[in-house]
């Protein structure tokens, strides 16, 4: 049995990681940490949990007791896990860091970002960025893992394979992408209000994102160089879900729909948690929800150079906590998707 | 392994017993049938089973293929189990009907709610009403099983232990119902829609409700006489859950909310698909959404004889295909909850 | 052109009065204020509001400027109203307050609810209690006004006609009663966002409301005696709107339900405000939507004594803003329903 | 006291109609049609009207009783018009086509896109496309008006300042546009079930949809030639409102953004029904919910060349209804937005 503690666990990815594990057959859930919560039961606070965390309540952080785990998730606020993390490691305790800490490899952008220093550019350098689909081999071997952001998530999986593959033109690429409300958190703000943010929709951070540098930096690995993307997120009137709507071009390319489909496939086969749709699909966000899964559907209208990438995946789980998950499988040399692979609900 | 067929798979209860039997280790679906869909791979219809019904495809009904499951579920409209449910009896097929051919055991009472004579009176003798916290051991010896309805399930679950321990007034008692709108099943009707029933709330069958002698006939029988019973369904804006306050007159009780309290926990203590909150509590309908919990809590305002029942289910689960795999669970000696056990995803 | 004031304009109520009066071709808003928002145009705070209000900004609260009023609403947190209304009153400004400070007659009582002393007894002799169908004419000749709230006003219009006629047993009324969102106002609380109150439906307060005190104050006077009341409130996944359920009993009747059809309307045959639908009527809360209507419906299950009274009103506009300028109207001799009169949005 | 007929009024078109001209002083419906529910009053339809409309009924359509009318609006399928807008117009009455039946000037390409040859294509000469940004002296003039749809209304807005001032690259523009369901009709199908639509987000038609040829006849005429336009719509999770968000390259153009946004500013300083919000603004859906506004905004993420133009309307309103009263203000010498100039309800 695989010994986890969680730190932060009041807010959305610590839930959902409660969750999921409360499935996961070797894995148990040993210490979560919250200061404002501490001694409450994690089933007195999230009654779906009922029956089956009989004992876990929410402790005071304390480093021996997380050192005493086999791995710590950090569901956490950016900075915490900078200051914690290290000390773990030292111990011997794998991190599986879901906030934005060890995302971005320079620490510089980090800080122009987050406004604030990078609080441990020591670890920069061993931290692996956690997109099983790109660094499947070094997830095995890592013990601190930058689990990616929900956007960045949705956003690499659709592209990726044309940037490998050098079939776009990565000058001018084009992300749409909509979240549901829940990619705010459960903190307490006026905007994720029921009646402020129900039956509406809307642009936010049109001008600028946190997410962009992280979304950047994957797409100009996969690229080999530099990309220019427009990244606009919008809040959608719904609890989870993502849809990326991606508009690259198609440069250096004289085949056709189908064999995009064909490279798409064959860039996933050996990847449980991507589904390529099949051409004239259009992917639902709750067809993933609740899941690990991320479904993708190509289009390309009029038959022309703009290709229509369509990807969808539940923020909280293929976006946070599942694909923690699916790291930490890996890490200790269990089934990829163990735990993370029952199907969505629908409706 | 146990093999199952499933008799209408296209509606929302067959889409959710084939979802949750994709996590039942004991049991394999091995045919669905649909008329107008015959032919469709079920992941074709619901993209959310892609990846966990590589083959199961709908098929024409047909008698020799579903005589050779062990048990077959009617998820269909009522009459059709009336039609087919003797043929598969007599050839060894056990049945397990969520629709409401033989809920009733008045076939006269059937006739005159449903507009049609009851197709199957002389199997009413041998039908168990598959309520497991009423009817466990019966459950087990039984060949034919009517699963209770969603209204019916949460307002029984509710009243059984005041009627059982003789605590109410049976002359008459209020159960105002809030069900999402799947309990309308996935028929095109125009009330139905996001734009009718959305962002609004209504009452509906004031007057009288089909659920209503399915209802009164449970209670009629923990109480040992004729229940009065005002029963108003609403329908609410959400996708699932039912909500059903119950309104219970204390009558030759002298105790306290706290003794009340007591005999709820004791009726339910080896039930694992019903939950009695603590004193204080509110179930919400999400704390059991995609699960087979019933959750209950007490109330009395102002230390009067008005005693609140609160009681949340998943019509689609504890209310319909949940509800019907706790019977198969109990039919076959199988764990009650196997395959219906996961927690519900918050939020 | 009469001129009005708002203090505390930045919640829900304040912005809906200020829709409804952009609408009102007799009254025009001179001052709102607010302490925290000062300076800011409220038509950056609401942008639905851009075209309509092209220089009205937020202002600190200055007691001569708010005298300078014809009436003044308050939409404000209670006691504020307690603390500003003597002095205004005393300058000859009119007072119409949203809050709970004036609604209760009896000064302990309200002490007891909401936790604090109440802060302006000696104007309680005067205050009118603002609802239109039974003080009408109080209303007409009132300096003070207090608006009743949303649940009192929905609950105590589908009883009076019953309670003035003497036909239900007072002792055990149960009112069933289901609230949007909004309700709660527009603080950041946890549990009003969209991720924890969305898709979801619970009862809240189930032990004792605060409106109870009020609701039943209201119905005692109708009934000449006191009422013996059941209210428990939900809280549904909505913006907008209040569904009562109300189930009394007849006692004393010998009557038909087309007799109590006409007894609500010819109790409401000259209240504009009041729509009693015809007998088999199930009345949605999208249909008053925006508007200051009230519709009700009236059920006999199985031609018994329990009757279902069924009520529905927009919580911000009957149950608040819209019902003040009722009482605004009725104040300055105007028509009743002067720019509150448009149809609902459907769908 | 202009009279209007509507043909075809039990859609969702057809009932905002009857709301927005129970407020509007200068109109009367005094005919509206449908074959299914002749007979019906129209406030019994839709209880929201209930008080608004004591008479008026659906009755079959006869071709006397429109003619009597002064105009007369098709709320109808495509085709419908086709066949009756001639005998009307011979006859004096002026027809407003909410359908697509006028829209496009090049009957080969209607009948491409509709499956059908077009039934009136000596009327496409004198038709004046609906858009009072772009024709508002020739609808003063109209006889037969084509009232725009709701993704072309939202799209053309955004875009037309740019194109006629030749600022953009034409040859390939993004037009990612979110629509609520209602834009998928009344009609009672299953994708727009509250079950199947709630809680979740999806594209479609991602490889060509019928608005497509209607966008780009706008487009081309602002631009003097070609446009290359990508369009891909979206369902959301919501009852009314498009969100587009549009991705235009600058080209030839060394300004800054505040040159843009003063061009936006000037180019419908004149339009009341367009409203360019200040820079940094993201509008919301909701904030044009009812109405007949659309609301701009500018991005121009990293001061590259792509700028993200947002623009919303409510699709039954702008998108539809209230756009066509909107003309018949102008085709009959009226205030423009006399009876749709009501402000948005927030929440």
Redesign the interface.
């Known amino acids: 049995m695989i010994k986890v503690g969680i730190v932060g666990g009041t807010g959305?990815t610590g839930?959902?990681l409660l969750?999921l594990l409360?499935?996961h057959s070797q894995v148990e859930v040993t210490v979560i940490t919250s200061r404002s919560e501490k001694g409450m039961r994690v089933d007195e606070m999230?009654?779906?949990?009922?029956?089956?965390y009989d004992t876990l309540a929410f402790s005071e952080p304390d480093p021996d007791t997380l050192a005493a785990c086999d791995a710590v998730f950090f569901a956490t606020p950016h900075g915490v896990a900078h200051a914690l993390a290290g000390d773990l490691l030292a111990r011997g305790t794998r991190v599986i860091d879901l906030s934005a800490d060890f995302r971005i490899k320079d620490a510089d952008v980090w800080a122009e970002w987050y406004g604030q220093p990078h609080g441990a550019p020591e670890l920069l350098g061993e931290a692996v960025y956690g997109l099983p689909e790109v660094n499947r081999e070094a997830i095995r071997e890592a013990r601190l893992i930058a689990v990616p952001g929900c956007y960045p998530t949705s956003v690499q999986l659709g592209l990726i394979p044309l940037l490998e593959a050098g079939l776009i033109d990565t000058s001018?690429i084009?992300a749409?992408c909509?979240s549901?409300?829940?990619g705010a958190g459960?903190g307490?703000?006026?905007g994720?209000?029921?009646?402020?943010?129900?039956?509406?929709?809307?642009?936010?951070g049109?001008?600028?994102h946190r997410h962009l540098p992280e979304i950047t930096q994957g797409l100009d690995l996969a690229a080999g160089s530099a990309v220019?993307l427009?990244?606009?997120p919008?809040l959608?009137?719904?609890?989870?879900?993502i849809?990326s709507?991606l508009?690259p071009?198609l440069m250096n390319f004289s085949g056709s729909l189908e064999d995009l489909q064909t490279l798409f496939e064959q860039r996933y086969a050996d990847h449980?948690a991507v589904?390529v749709?099949p051409l004239?699909?259009?992917?639902?966000?709750?067809?993933?929800?609740?899941?690990n899964?991320c479904?993708l559907?190509l289009?390309?209208?009029?038959n022309?150079?703009?290709l229509?990438v369509?990807s969808?995946i539940d923020n909280l789980v293929k976006g946070a906590s599942g694909q923690a998950i699916q790291n930490l499988n890996l890490m200790f040399g269990l089934d990829e998707v163990a735990g993370i692979n029952?199907?969505?609900?629908?409706?």
């Open positions: 959305y839930v959902e969750r409360a499935n999230y009654p779906n949990l009922r029956g089956h001018n084009i749409d909509k549901a409300v829940s459960r307490a703000k006026v994720s209000l029921l009646c402020e943010a129900g039956e509406s929709m809307k642009a936010y049109a001008s600028g220019g427009t990244f606009v919008h959608t009137p719904m609890i989870r879900g849809h709507t508009y071009r449980p589904d749709m004239g699909s259009h992917p639902e966000t709750r067809s993933v929800r609740g899941t899964m479904r559907a289009h390309r209208p009029g022309g150079d703009t229509v369509l969808v029952a199907p969505a609900m629908m409706p």
